[in-house]
């Protein structure tokens, strides 16, 4: 076992070198006619899957809403130290009885020289909340029910209920030029997009790679770094090798097999952000999709206790991986380290299936990613051969990111290896998995329902802290999932480039800096 890296190294490097360097061409689409800069005043950074669109409002994968926010600001962020400040916003209040009033910042422009206004912050807001648009990004705001134009330089953000987070829940809007939207179209923008970020962009190669330049413009300070080349590399051995034969710059989302010998090179170093995403298999329970079994709650409990955890994080994960058996991250608000972990008991495991009446077991297709964070496929297969052992037959699909993350908006399988992280550090951003009303609807309960609308009508967090615990607790109590652990944040890079990982995952490329 010890060598297969090794192996897999020499064979990645061989295939880097036939691949990567290869243009697989779909179309070109392009904003403008740069020219080229210098090697020296490059960052090239490898993705673990290609966007289906720039189009923030098109395509909610975390790669791809991680790298748009180089392209687009939003109304809040956070610092490097992960507190919530303004972005376009400069400050914003509470309007009683369910409002929030932002006050914009001034003289910001658009790449193409546009100034940002309230109504590209109103329009923004509006293309997602429209039921026609269908966007994917709905369920993280599905609380705002109207954006209004107060004055020239301030919106009002109206919600069902009082909300608490809404700031919060602002940083998954990036504000796009409602005139260049309009007059492209919102698939030919998805192809060349316009922001108001710290890089605009340049050209995007599907599949081969993407380019962006710095803002020379921006109001929070250009760059340093004045061009990133983005790759999509899907295979994480490949990626690796991209990294080792000079490529790429810096990678993430590789196994931990590889850290090793990655950290046996001089030019490379390694950065693990173990804070910042959680590994669970969602249990598809709602009624109207059908699946019977996930309809006990002893099924959904013998689930858990035929995980042997120990062995995921030790064998599979390297050590590197941390068990939570919470839904979110510990940097997130609302995290409960009262939570008991289920601990691996297939013959608990098999007495539940039989007083649910499964002695025989069940069938059950099973979604999961490959790639797209670090040994997802391999910790998928090495549970379904955990779930065989007491009789549970899960027959496991591994497509290609763009098909998985539809069928899981789809509800498609009844079991989906899902990881969680985000931008809004708060336990909410999770409840959209069983809030019926205005999430993924895995999961209909009048009464949870009501639990997540009380924690987020109350603004104080003291008072707000045990609310957002109860949903937790319940989730838990119902065996709405299978918490697994921690993801590790794998990051290698170039040992000259100074860039730090952030635990909201956000890719802040604008305060990278190469050393001279």
Known sequence: MKRRPTALLTTAVYVAACIVGLSLLSGVYTQS????????????????HDPQSLDPMIDSSGVTQNILHNIFDSLVMADDDLRQTGDLATSWKFVPPSSWDFTLRPNVRF???????????????????????????????????SVAIVDARTVRITTAHPSAILPELTKNVMIVPQRVVESMGAQAFGRAPVGSGPYRFVEWVPNDHMTLQANASYWNQAPP??????????????????????????????????????????????????????????????PSDGFAPFQDRRVRQAMNYAIDYDALIRQIMGGLARRNCNP???IFFGYDPSIQCYAYNPDRAKQLL????????????????????????????????????????????????????????????????????????????????FYFSGGRRYYSSPDMDRLVIASRNEFDPAKRLPLVRTVIRRAVRDALWISLFNMPGLWAMNSRLNFKPRGDEWTVMSRATWSR
């Open 33 to 48: 006619s740069a020219a080229p800069v210098p090697s020296s005043d490059t960052l090239r950074f490898a993705l673990t």
């Open 111 to 145: 790449h193409n020289g546009d100034p940002v206004t309230a109504g590209d912050v109103k329009f923004s807001f509006d293309r997602i909340i429209d039921p026609a648009s269908r966007s994917p990004m709905k369920g993280f705001i599905s609380a705002i029910t």
């Open 225 to 286: 770094i004045r061009t990133l080349i983005l790759r999509p590399i899907p295979e994480p051995s490949t990626r690796v090798a991209a990294l080792l034969t000079g490529q790429v710059d810096m990678i993430t989302g590789f196994p931990p097999s590889f850290v090793s010998a990655l950290q046996a090179n001089p030019n490379i170093k390694v950065v693990n952000e173990p804070a910042s995403r959680t590994a669970q298999i969602i249990l598809n329970t709602n």
């Open 328 to 330: 979110v991250p510990p």
């Open 354 to 433: 039989a007083e649910a009446g499964y002695s025989n077991g069940f069938e059950v297709e099973f979604g999961a990613t490959s790639g797209s964070v670090p040994n997802d496929r391999e910790v998928a297969e090495a549970i379904v051969g955990m779930l065989a052992r007491v009789g549970v037959r899960a027959r496991l699909e591994t497509p290609e990111f763009g098909v998985w993350i539809a069928n899981y908006r789809a509800r498609k399988w009844p079991m989906v290896f899902h990881t969680n992280g985000d931008v809004v550090l708060d336990a909410d951003q999770v409840f959209g998995l």
